[in-house]
C-alpha cells in the first residue's frame, strides 16, 4: 500500500482495528469448486496468494472437464457429479461458480450437505429464492455468502473508513459498463440466455447497485427508478440506468450538521450498467465535507482519492488523499496455470481470506457484505427486472 496527499498528512492506513493489517492473513480452509468456468478459474488462481488455503476438490457437469480444471490447477480430486463433491469430508467450504440459474438449488443441495457456501453473484435469480437459502443456513448454523468480492478489496475497507472524513453522503454514483462483444457472440453467448440467467442486470448490476448501498450503510431505497434497453430477441436486459432515493435515518432536527437544510442520512444514487459498451467505471461518494472516487476499475479496485473541501469556501479544496493497494504479484505457478481471464481477479484472494477468519471465529456471516446485504441488494435488482420487463426466472 502506498499514499500520496497534498497540505495534509493522511492517516494511517485502516486506523480501524476491525480491519486487519494483512488482509491474506487467515487460518487453513479446505476448498471444494462447484463449475469449472472462468470465474472459477480466476477464483482458483487468486486463491494460490492465501497460503494457509488450499483447493481439495472440483466438480463439473462433464467429469473430463473437471479432471482438465484439476490438472491445470494441480486439484488432487475432480469428480463428474456435483453429489460426489458434496460427500467428500476433506470440503469444508464450497465455492459456487455456476450458472446464475442453478444458484438456488445447488446453493440448497450444499447447505443440507453441511457445507459453508460461497455463492457466486447473483446470489440467486429471485428474492424469494435468496431468502430460502438465507433461512436455510441460519437453521443450519452454517456459513453462507454471496461473493461480492469488491467489499473485501483494500482500497474499498479504505474507502469506508474514508466516508468518515467526507461528512454525511448525500450522493453516490456508479457505473460498470463493458461490451460483450468483446469476447461473447449474440445472441448465442450464455450472457444473452435467459433460461440460464443472462442480461445485464444480473452479470453487472450487481456490482455498483452494492457500492450505492454501502456509502447509504444498508438501507433500503425509498423510491427506484429505472430506465433501459431490453432485448426481444433473446428476453434479457442490455444495459440500464437506476436512480436511488435513500430516507433520512432520523427525525431529530438537533442531529443535523448546523447551517444545512439536509436531513440526516437522506441522499441520492444514481447506477449505471450494461454490456454494450466499456465505461469509465468509477464510484464518486459526494459528502457535506468533500468527496471520494474509488477509481477504475472500481468493481475490483486498487486505488482509492479522497478531496476534502475547504470549509466556507465553495470550490476550493483543502487538501487530497491517494491511497494505492497493489494487487499480489503474479507467481510461477499462476502464470504456468495460464493467468487469469478477468481484470485484477487476484483479488479474490482478499474475499477468501476473509471468508476463512469468519468460518474460524464462528461467524455465519461477512460484516464487510451482509446476508442483509445480499437480500437489499437482490430487492433493487429484481426491482430493475420488473421495471425493464424481463421476465422472472422458475427455480
Request: charge should be negative; proline fraction near 7%; aromatic fraction near 8%.
Amino acid at each position: 500500500m502506498s499514499t500520496s496527499t497534498t497540505a495534509t498528512p493522511p492517516p494511517p492506513p485502516f486506523d480501524d482495528p476491525s480491519i486487519v493489517t494483512n488482509p491474506l492473513d487467515c487460518p487453513p480452509l479446505r476448498w471444494g469448486l462447484i463449475g469449472c468456468g472462468r470465474v472459477s478459474n480466476d477464483f482458483t488462481q487468486a486463491l494460490k496468494h492465501v497460503p494457509s488455503a488450499s483447493v481439495v476438490a472440483c466438480a463439473a457437469r462433464s467429469e473430463d472437464n473437471a479432471k482438465s480444471f484439476a490438472q491445470k490447477h494441480g486439484i488432487p480430486k475432480y469428480y463428474g457429479s456435483y453429489d460426489d463433491l458434496l460427500k467428500d469430508d476433506e470440503v469444508d467450504i464450497v465455492y459456487v461458480g455456476n450458472m446464475h440459474a442453478f444458484r438456488r438449488s445447488i446453493g440448497e443441495k450444499c447447505l443440507l450437505a453441511n457445507k459453508h457456501t460461497l455463492l457466486e453473484k447473483p446470489f440467486t435469480c429471485t428474492v424469494k429464492d435468496a431468502q430460502y437459502l438465507i433461512n436455510l443456513a441460519r437453521e443450519k448454523n452454517l456459513f453462507l455468502m454471496e461473493g461480492m468480492w469488491t467489499r473485501f478489496f483494500p482500497a474499498v475497507e479504505q474507502a469506508r473508513l474514508l466516508q468518515k472524513k467526507i461528512g454525511e453522503v448525500v450522493s453516490v454514483s456508479s457505473d460498470f459498463n463493458f461490451n460483450a462483444s468483446d469476447s461473447d457472440t449474440y445472441p448465442t453467448s450464455v450472457l444473452y440466455n435467459h433460461s440460464l440467467g443472462g442480461g445485464a442486470s444480473f452479470y453487472v448490476a450487481p456490482y455498483p447497485a452494492a457500492m450505492a448501498t454501502l456509502f447509504f450503510e444498508g438501507r433500503t431505497p425509498d423510491c427506484i427508478k429505472v430506465v433501459g434497453q431490453f432485448d426481444e430477441l433473446t428476453g434479457v436486459d442490455l444495459q440500464g440506468a437506476v436512480a436511488l432515493s435513500f430516507p433520512s435515518t432520523s427525525d431529530d432536527d438537533t442531529q443535523k450538521e448546523e447551517g444545512t437544510p439536509k436531513l440526516l442520512g437522506a441522499g441520492v444514487a444514481s447506477v449505471s450498467f450494461g454490456m454494450l459498451c466499456e465505461s469509465v467505471e468509477e464510484t464518486v461518494v459526494i459528502g457535506t465535507k468533500g468527496r471520494m472516487t474509488i477509481c477504475s476499475p472500481c468493481h475490483c479496485p486498487t486505488q482509492v482519492r479522497a478531496t476534502i473541501k475547504e470549509k466556507g469556501q465553495r470550490g476550493q479544496s483543502a487538501y487530497e488523499l491517494v491511497y494505492d493497494f497493489p494487487l499480489p504479484a503474479d507467481t510461477d505457478e499462476i502464470i504456468a496455470a495460464g493467468g487469469y481471464i478477468y481484470p485484477n481477479s487476484a483479488g479474490f484472494c482478499y474475499e477468501a481470506a476473509a471468508v476463512a477468519r469468519c468460518i474460524a471465529s464462528g461467524k455465519t456471516e461477512a460484516p464487510q457484505y451482509t446476508l442483509q446485504d445480499t437480500l437489499l441488494n437482490m430487492t433493487i435488482i429484481e426491482e430493475i427486472r420488473t421495471q425493464l420487463g424481463v421476465k422472472p426466472i422458475e427455480s
